[in-house]
Structures are given as structure tokens and as C-alpha cells.
């Protein structure tokens, strides 16, 4: 038996016998403390280094901790690291882990783990859509692409609280973006069950909550983890989260206390809720950005003049103020406010221009490219199942359809069918969105990155953007890194891969008796800071 073996099996012992000890004591049970919450989509998957979206991070975040991670309102704090150290050339970190951490099986949590969860995030054989985030890491590059061996990339356990980590260049975001990015897993786990690894019944985890239940299109319920680091200051005993597409059935079940909190509501209701449930009102700027994105290897979408028309067209006003209807922006970068500390945004050269003047230049391109009246454009425009994505659909084709007499037909599907069809290219025009990594302008730029094969679903591949924010990356100068970021957004906002449509607002229904979930502009709240006090 080896000494990791002994390890969990002593472990798990310890686990029963206080188990059976609480069960003789005849203590009065009290009531679970469960929070019941919405959240959008389907998990694609529960595997951190297989998923970049919200819906599963949502879930991720409060099975796993990271190196770093964050407080009730957002801000970076340590995580399963309890300090770390940045070079002076700020090329590398040193991360020293908490002492007695164990995953949920009693194994001790080491730096070899995380050693293993970078390179099996960046070889090529995991296909993680998250890897080329990390590209920053010496040699991550090279070992994603396959020239060179896993074993190669710079990260490095010392012994077995010290990680080091060494980076290309100074990375000034690098903290905030491990703290939902990397998450240790559990490789004894991994190899023992395969892709198999998260269901209920094998998953293992170092954070707050463990898996208990999954019901494919229905919910996903996590209950607290005795071994959490923290677990005395958790108080929730479970979190259920429950898959609520439709916005009008979510907020049906809110209104009649089936949900604790729903994350999105019909624009319709708007008013009705500022009336009537204003308490439990939550609207926020995020860091959001709703776009159209063109499949560029497709033709026509393969002619900048022929994108940068159907953007032009647009009308942004009209979308957010009559559409959305929720104190949404309209986007004429890719740059929402909450990134843009020290950053000129490259705007549209439109954004000032009234509707009729941006159609007929629109006009005018599609003329260029061989589209008018006598060979009219016509394509098919994605979104997923929701009511305020159909209502924005439909807006948006009438406005192209109109303004451009172009035929646009639409085709809707569920969340996680709209995700594979984007990422194996198969589309023409599709609606999506983005939740920035960190506030850094670079994650909403990272989409148009070629290499950004996970998320650049507009498959875009210009050298000359790609050389500049590579520059960027490399730069220890905060004005020339802001710089180059600029030039890349301008060569992205002529050539026009995706459309910005809108800067996200998050807007949330939640009880009143739930505490501890603060609004901030990421998005983002673990449920380890949660409570429900009920009057």
C-alpha cells in the first residue's frame, strides 16, 4: 500500500468514527440550511480545466480554491495558497500552500498537486479550452502546441507546500486570474475513473462544497465539505443550483418561493418588479460584453466589408433601451468600463453617427462586396433558448433586414448545442457573450487571439493583431502595454470579427433572508460567504 493510499484510508476512518460519534450523542437535528438558486445553463462539464463557462464556473468555484481566491466582494485574498512572493522582475511567483490542507477523501493537498493541474491543463491531450490563458507561463506555448514535452512548463513544486511558477513577462493580472482558473484536481482520482472522474460517486475536491447530485437539465446540488479549510465558517449545508433557460418559468418559481435567487428575469417585468419586489432587486454594471460573432472562414464573413456593414447597422440605442430594457450600455468596443483603469478604448468610427447615416455606408460596403437589391445577402443568425435572447434576435434581424434589405433567417437552440456549434465553427452569425477573467483589458481581447482556439468561435486569424498583443504581453511598461492593447482593438473594430452589442448589466432577483452575497462588478459570489436567515 502506498503512502497516499494509507493516508486516505486512515483519513476516511477518522471521517466514520465522527460520523458514528455525532449519530450517538442524540443531539435534535435542525434544518438543513439550503440555498436554492438559478443559474442559466446546463454544466458542460464540472471538470475545471474542460469548461470556460459562467453557468459551470458558477458551480466549479464552490467545489474547488485555487491558489488565490476571492472575498465576498470580489476582491483576490489567498486561497489554498496562504502567501506568495513576486520577483522583482515580476517573471516569478513562489506560492507557499496552507498547512494541513486535505481534498475531501483526507488525502493532503500538495504543490505537486497544482504542478499536475497546469500541465494537464496545457497538454495538448486534455484539448482545455481555457489553456492558452495561461500562455504567459515559460514555455506554456510550446507544450500546449505539442514541440515540446509537459514536463517542460515552468511550473514547479518545490516540496510540498512551494509552488513556483515562472512567467514570459511580468503578468499584472496573473493573481486574479488564478483564482477561477487552474483549480487543483485530484490525480489519483482522474487516472482511476477518466472522464468519469466528477460524477457524484468519484468526484474529489478541496473546496467549500462537494458534489452530491447532478440531474441532467434540472439541477445540480453541492453540500458542504467537512474538510474545507474554512468549513467552520461556512454556513450553508447545501447549495442547489437548478438549470433556468427560461427566464418566465424562473421567475414564476421565484414568486412562489421555489427559488432563493434567479439571475435573470423577463425585461418585461422590469417595472413591474421595481414595484412591487424592489427589495429584492440587484441590478450591477458587470464585466460583461454581448456580441454577434461572424464565422470569418466562411464566405461572405470572410470579407471584413461585409461584418463591418451588418455591425454598422446596428441600432445599439434601440436594442438596450427598448429590448433588454435593463440599464444596459451599448457597446462600440470590446472594453467594458469596469477594464478600462489607464485604457483608451479603440471605438467604432460609427459610434457617433446617426442610423440612416451608418446604413447607407453599410449600404455602400455591401455594394462593394456584390451585395444589393439584385443579389441580396442572406444567411442564418444563432442564439440560444431564451425569451430575451429571442426578443433580441428578432431585433436585430429586423434592423438588418431592414436597413440592408438582407435575408437573415433564425435558428435557436439550447445553451450547450449554441457552444459546440460555435466551437467547431459550425455557423454563419451567431449571438454570444463574455465574462471577463479578470479586469485586465487583455480578456476581452483574448477572443480574437488565433491561438484562443476554445473562445475565438469567429475563428479570426490576423498576424498583425496577433504580433501586437503579444507585444503587449510581454511589455513591463503599463503605458506601451495599454498601447499596444489599443492599436490590436482598433485593428479588431475596423475589420469587425464580432459586433459589440451591449455591456453587460447583471440583474438578479434575491430574497431578502439571504445574506452575505455582495454585488460587485465580477459576478462573482461563492457560497461559503452565504447564509439563509429566514424571519
Known amino acids: 500500500m502506498t503512502a497516499s493510499s494509507l493516508l486516505r484510508q486512515m483519513s476516511f476512518f477518522a471521517l466514520f468514527a465522527l460520523t458514528i460519534a455525532t449519530l450517538l450523542t442524540g443531539a435534535p437535528a435542525q434544518a438543513e440550511m439550503v440555498f436554492h438558486r438559478g443559474n442559466i445553463g446546463e454544466p458542460d462539464s464540472l471538470d475545471p480545466h474542460l469548461t470556460t463557462s459562467g453557468y459551470a464556473t458558477n458551480i466549479i468555484f464552490d467545489m474547488f480554491i485555487g491558489l488565490t481566491t476571492v472575498d465576498a466582494k470580489a476582491n483576490v485574498m489567498p486561497g489554498a495558497a496562504e502567501s506568495w512572493t513576486v520577483s522583482e522582475d515580476g517573471k516569478e511567483y513562489v506560492f507557499k500552500l496552507r498547512d494541513g490542507m486535505v481534498w475531501s477523501d483526507g488525502t493532503p493537498v500538495t504543490a505537486g498537486d497544482f504542478e499536475y493541474a497546469f500541465k494537464r491543463m496545457l497538454d495538448p491531450a486534455t484539448a482545455s479550452r481555457g489553456a492558452p490563458m495561461f500562455y504567459m507561463i515559460e514555455n506554456a506555448r510550446s507544450v500546449n502546441g505539442g514541440q515540446m514535452p509537459v514536463d517542460d512548463l515552468a511550473v514547479t513544486?518545490?516540496?510540498?507546500?512551494?509552488?513556483?511558477?515562472?512567467?514570459?513577462?511580468?503578468?499584472?493580472?496573473?493573481?486574479?486570474?488564478?483564482?477561477?482558473?487552474?483549480?487543483?484536481?485530484?490525480?489519483?482520482?482522474?487516472?482511476?475513473?477518466?472522464?468519469?472522474?466528477?460524477?457524484?460517486?468519484?468526484?474529489?475536491?478541496n473546496g467549500a462544497f462537494k458534489l452530491e447530485e447532478w440531474v441532467p437539465q434540472t439541477s445540480v446540488k453541492v453540500v458542504r465539505n467537512p474538510t474545507f479549510f474554512d468549513a467552520d465558517s461556512v454556513a450553508l449545508d447545501a447549495v442547489v443550483y437548478y438549470t433556468t433557460e427560461d427566464l418566465s418559468a424562473a421567475f414564476n418559481r421565484y414568486r412562489a418561493d421555489d427559488l432563493d435567487m434567479i439571475i435573470s428575469f423577463p425585461p418585461s417585468q422590469l417595472d413591474w418588479i421595481k414595484e412591487n419586489l424592489a427589495d429584492d432587486l440587484r441590478m450591477t454594471q458587470n464585466l460583461g460584453l454581448e456580441y454577434i460573432t461572424f464565422n470569418t472562414t466562411k464566405a461572405p464573413f470572410d470579407d471584413p466589408r461585409v461584418r463591418l456593414a451588418l455591425s454598422m447597422a446596428l441600432d445599439r440605442e434601440t436594442l438596450t433601451n427598448r429590448v433588454m430594457r435593463g440599464g444596459e450600455a451599448g457597446a462600440y468596443s470590446l472594453i467594458p468600463v469596469g477594464s478600462r483603469e489607464g485604457y483608451a478604448p479603440a471605438f467604432a468610427d460609427y459610434r457617433d453617427q446617426s442610423p440612416s447615416e451608418r446604413n447607407a455606408r453599410a449600404k455602400a460596403l455591401l455594394a462593394e462586396a456584390g451585395y444589393g437589391p439584385d443579389n441580396p445577402l442572406s444567411f442564418s443568425f444563432r442564439y440560444n433558448t431564451q425569451e430575451v435572447l429571442r426578443r433580441v434576435a428578432a431585433a436585430v434581424a429586423a434592423m438588418w433586414q431592414r436597413g440592408l434589405d438582407v435575408n437573415v433567417s433564425l435558428l435557436n437552440s439550447d445553451l450547450n448545442v449554441l457552444n459546440a456549434d460555435l466551437r467547431n465553427g459550425d455557423y454563419e452569425v451567431a449571438r454570444y457573450q463574455w465574462f471577463g477573467e479578470h479586469r485586465d483589458p487583455s480578456t476581452f481581447l483574448y477572443l480574437l487571439e488565433s491561438d484562443a482556439i476554445g473562445d475565438n468561435?469567429?475563428?479570426?486569424?490576423?498576424?498583425?493583431?496577433?504580433?501586437?498583443?503579444?507585444?503587449?504581453?510581454?511589455?513591463?511598461?503599463?503605458?506601451?502595454?495599454?498601447?499596444?492593447?489599443?492599436?490590436?482593438?482598433?485593428?479588431?473594430?475596423?475589420?469587425?470579427?464580432?459586433?459589440?452589442?451591449?455591456?453587460?448589466?447583471?440583474?438578479?432577483?434575491?430574497?431578502?433572508?439571504?445574506?452575505?452575497l455582495e454585488d460587485n462588478v465580477r459576478g462573482i459570489n461563492l457560497a461559503r460567504y452565504v447564509s439563509i436567515e429566514r424571519p
Open 157 to 205: 513544486a518545490i516540496d510540498d507546500r512551494t509552488l513556483e511558477i515562472k512567467l514570459n513577462a511580468p503578468t499584472p493580472f496573473f493573481l486574479e486570474l488564478v483564482v477561477h482558473r487552474c483549480f487543483p484536481v485530484p490525480r489519483w482520482a482522474i487516472e482511476e475513473h477518466g472522464r468519469e472522474w466528477t460524477r457524484a460517486e468519484n468526484i474529489v475536491v
Open 457 to 516: 468561435h469567429s475563428k479570426y486569424d490576423n498576424p498583425a493583431y496577433d504580433v501586437l498583443m503579444q507585444q503587449a504581453y510581454a511589455s513591463a511598461d503599463i503605458e506601451q502595454r495599454m498601447r499596444l492593447m489599443a492599436e490590436a482593438e482598433r485593428i479588431v473594430m475596423d475589420e469587425a470579427p464580432i459586433a459589440p452589442l451591449n455591456f453587460y448589466v447583471s440583474k438578479r432577483l434575491v430574497k431578502p433572508f439571504v445574506k452575505g
